[in-house]
């Protein structure tokens, strides 16, 4: 077997993820938010998410989290589970920004799942604001 000898190697995230159900599946999918997009509706996934953003920067809020921005560059994760996932957003209005994500999938549960407008009012106070507001 060949000797790689030029690789440069760089630890981009190291986590404990939380539980992962016996029988998930993996997803690989390739992201691409348009100028200025919004991203999808908060939603939840059913497994851990691991990310990388490839290119551009995009608003990220997670429950219990303020709203930060992840660069071209820098790795992200999520737990999934009960976690809303509240914004995945596009911060450049002129660019295209692009996203690698790793999702693992609890068996026979969709990837994505939609929070009801009845939870997200419900849950409203609860919100932490970007550091800027």
Not at 35 to 48: E, F, K, Q, T, V
Not at 58 to 81: C, D, N, S
Not at 112 to 132: F, G, H, Q, W, Y
Request: proline share 11%.
């Amino acid at each position: 077997m060949p000797t790689v000898t030029n690789m440069v190697q760089k630890d981009l995230l190291e986590i404990v993820p939380p539980f992962i159900a016996q029988g998930s599946s993996a997803m690989i999918r390739l992201l691409e938010l348009p100028p200025g997009d919004p991203g999808l509706a908060p939603h939840r996934h059913s497994g851990p998410v691991f990310g990388y953003m490839l290119e551009g920067e995009m608003l990220f809020e997670l429950e219990g989290e303020a709203p930060y921005p992840i660069k071209a560059g820098e790795a992200f994760w999520e737990p999934g589970g009960d976690v809303i996932h509240y914004t995945i957003a596009n911060l450049l209005p002129d660019k295209t920004s692009r996203v690698i994500v790793v999702a693992m999938c609890a068996p026979g549960v969709e990837m994505i799942t939609m929070v009801s407008d009845e939870e997200l009012a419900a849950k409203a106070s609860e919100r932490i604001p970007a550091p800027n507001q």
